[in-house]
Structure formats: C-alpha cells, structure tokens
C-alpha cells in the first residue's frame, strides 16, 4: 500500500493480507512534520468493514470515506486524541484503534527539549542537512533534521521508538523550488544501526544512523524524471538485515 503526500513523494510497503489484518479489520498509518498542523491518516480495510468513523478529542466524529477498501483522512493535531472504529453491515463494532496523539505534537517535558543539540551536520552541494537530538525524558525524545530552505522533519516523539523499523523514514525535497534534489531523512526503530539502499540499477550503498536519525541525499544520477523507487534494509548491531521496507517517490 503506498500514499501520495501533497503530489511530491510516496511512501509504503507492502504486507501479507494475513499479517496487515492479523489484530483487527483495518490497518492504520499516520503521515506527517514537525512543523505541519495536520496529519493524515491512511490504510486499508478487510471486506468485512462496511463503514469507518473518526471520533476526535471534542466529540464530534465524522465518516471516513472507504474507497476500495482504502481509506485516506486529514486531521488537524488539535483535534487529538482521536479514534477510529470500524462497523460492519449490520453496524456493529469490529474494530478501533485509539491515538492520543499523532507522535510529533506530545508534551514531552521541559527536560527533553532542553537537552536538543547538534549531532551531525550533513553536506551535498549546496545542500546541507542538520541533525539535532536530545536526550530522552518522561518517555519522549525530542528531535529534528532541518535545512536552510525552512523544510524540516523531526518533533518529539515517544522514546524509545519501536515502531515499524524502516517506515519512519520518508523523502523531503529540501531546496528551493527549482531544485531537484530529494533527501532520505526520518527516524528508525532503536534496534537499526544501518541502514541499506538499494536502487533500481542495482547499485547499492550502506549509511550509518545518527542516534537512529536519517539524513542522506539521494545521488542525482538516481533520481529519475517520472518516478523513483528504492528498497530499504534495516541491519542491527551485528549486521543482520532485521527489516526491510520499499518507497518509490517523484
């Protein structure tokens, strides 16, 4: 399953019909920055799902349209927390998933934010990436990838992440509007020391993680005119491949 973000990139992968509904009738994906005040929810929905509300922190609720079982919403971060329930045809409930916020707008104490500095700095060109981190506190870790430009990626975001290893990683295009230069930057589960690239040409490369934070800037001669794809590794601390992820982008 792949989403299209604001017409510039695509991000996804792909999963066993057993496996993407192994706990309940329909998958869950949140999209979204650090500066943005929305987030977007997406997945997919068994043929057992005949209807999908969204419930948000004021107590309005709303019907999400499916669409070949496919379901796509954008919510703003002030309408957290939220919850979504799926129904059948006979309106009963068969599943909900509840989220208290969408993982770059939580409270993260003073301590965390505090603590934010410089972990690297990452040049190409013109180009040059900032990586900041702090030091975890009261469950969270506050953190940012920024560029010059303003476009940036980051907040503060449960610590320590376990969440799927590779899909927090995305492609952002940091320069001016003219440009076409693509990044790879996001964050990864704590178990992933390296992460693989694999392009379409066969070509390979291996890239260390800053404090499991992305930042690496896909090779101009690798991008291509219509669309680009590329497979991610996740490989821990002993080099074993412990994940893998695909994500094509324009």
Known sequence: MFTITHGDGIGGGCSTLQM???????????????PSQFSILSGAASDDVKTIRLFVGDGSSRTVRLTDNFYLARIARADYPLRLVAYDRNRRVIGVQSFADDGM?????????RSVRTIAVIRSGDISATVQTGKPAGGFRCWTISFRSGASEGGCTP????????????????????????????????????????????????????????????????????????????????????????????
């Open 159 to 250: 610590s320590p992440y376990h969440g799927p290893a590779l899909a927090g990683l995305g492609a952002l295009r940091p320069g001016r509007a003219n440009s076409t230069a693509i990044w790879l930057a996001g964050q990864v589960s704590n178990r992933v020391k390296r992460v693989g690239i694999t392009f379409v040409d066969g070509r390979t490369v291996t890239i260390d993680t800053h404090e499991g934070l992305v930042a690496y800037p896909i090779p101009a001669a690798e991008l291509h005119r219509h669309k680009t794809f590329i497979a991610l590794q996740g490989y821990d601390a002993t080099g074993k491949e412990i994940a893998k992820h695909g994500m094509s982008f324009r």
């Open 20 to 34: 993407l509904f192994r706990r309940q009738p329909f998958s869950v994906g949140i999209q979204g920055s650090g």
């Open 105 to 113: 707008s939580s409270h993260a104490p003073a301590a965390a934010t």
